[in-house]
């Protein structure tokens, strides 16, 4: 664990002082004290150093989305967002510095997008609820997009105040407002 945080530690340095772009897995490796194999060995690429919990935090999700699969599911999606809410406050200032590298960065921003797409597939079927007809996919995809506007627009509020506001309430507000628009 130490290994893994004095490479994260020193990317983050290193992304904030010359850019994500200009900064090298060797820098990284060098910085952190270790060599290359070790930091390819915990950080197979260099974008997993700006994106360390992608994977954990979108299994997470996931299985909040599908613990209840007889909820119905927008109580389970407003459930899961919820959730994910709170694990985000718990990383307030680690978020706080990714949030400033993905500005600083077209590559990042770009790939913060495919990541959020992830997280959008996985609200669109839950959404479909295991119905497969060309109407179900389209309302579910519509949903699921509206959904993924609630969950930008409050993190980028929380995060443009420097994630001092409740993230939760942020997002319970911003569905309250997406529900209102919808019925």
Not at 23 to 41: I, K, L, P, Q
Not at 56 to 77: Q, Y
Not at 149 to 164: F, K, Q
Request: charged share 35%.
């Amino acid at each position: 664990m130490e290994t893994r945080r004095a490479l994260l530690e020193a990317a983050y340095r290193l992304f904030t002082e010359r850019g994500y772009e200009a900064t090298t897995m060797d820098d990284v490796a060098d910085a952190a004290g270790v060599s290359r194999r070790t930091a390819f060995r915990y950080f197979p690429t260099k974008d997993q150093l700006v994106f360390p919990e992608r994977d954990r935090r979108l299994a997470f999700f996931r299985a909040i989305l599908t613990e209840d699969p007889k909820a119905e599911p927008w109580a389970a999606i407003r459930h899961a967002v919820l959730g994910m809410a709170r694990e985000y406050e718990g990383d307030k200032e680690w978020l706080l510095t990714q949030d400033r590298l993905v500005q600083a960065s077209p590559e990042l921003a770009g790939l913060e997008i495919r990541f959020d797409k992830a997280f959008e597939d996985a609200i669109v079927e839950r959404l479909r609820n295991g119905e497969r007809t060309k109407a179900a996919a389209r309302r579910a995809r519509v949903l699921g997009a509206a959904v993924m506007g609630v969950i930008r627009a409050s993190l980028r509020e929380w995060l443009d105040a420097g994630a001092t506001d409740d993230l939760q309430r942020l997002g319970e507000e911003g569905f309250e407002v997406l529900e209102r628009g919808i019925r």
